[in-house]
């Protein structure tokens, strides 16, 4: 299903499957790396799908969170930045 579809229902009524997590990183960031490996993992265990986008690549993203990468958004809203608690992140998907 398209991500953009999946935004038309509730959050509460979505299973993990129909969730995106969107790591905001940098190239060279070891809290990147951290994020990514937690939020990697998370998504495989949950059947929810990831992506990664590049700080550097995106203007608006850099504005909005070059003081607090890594950032994991779900559904297109902030989760955390910095760490990323795997248990937080899985109850946030709703596993």
Known sequence: MS????R????TE???AERLVTLVSKPGCHLCDDARA???AVCAETG???????ITQDE???RAYWEQIPVVLVDGEQHTFWRV??????R???A
Do not use: C, F, I, N
């Not at 608690?85 to 899985?90: K, N, P, S, T, V």
């Open 60 to 62: 608006a993203l850099h």
């Open 48 to 54: 929810a799908s990831w992506e990664e986008k590049d």
């Open 38 to 40: 937690v939020v990697e």
């Open 3 to 6: 991500p953009l579809l999946r």
């Open 92 to 94: 946030e998907l709703g």
């Open 8 to 11: 038309t229902t509730k959050k």
């Open 85 to 90: 608690d795997a248990g937080r992140l899985r």
């Open 14 to 16: 979505r299973t993990a």
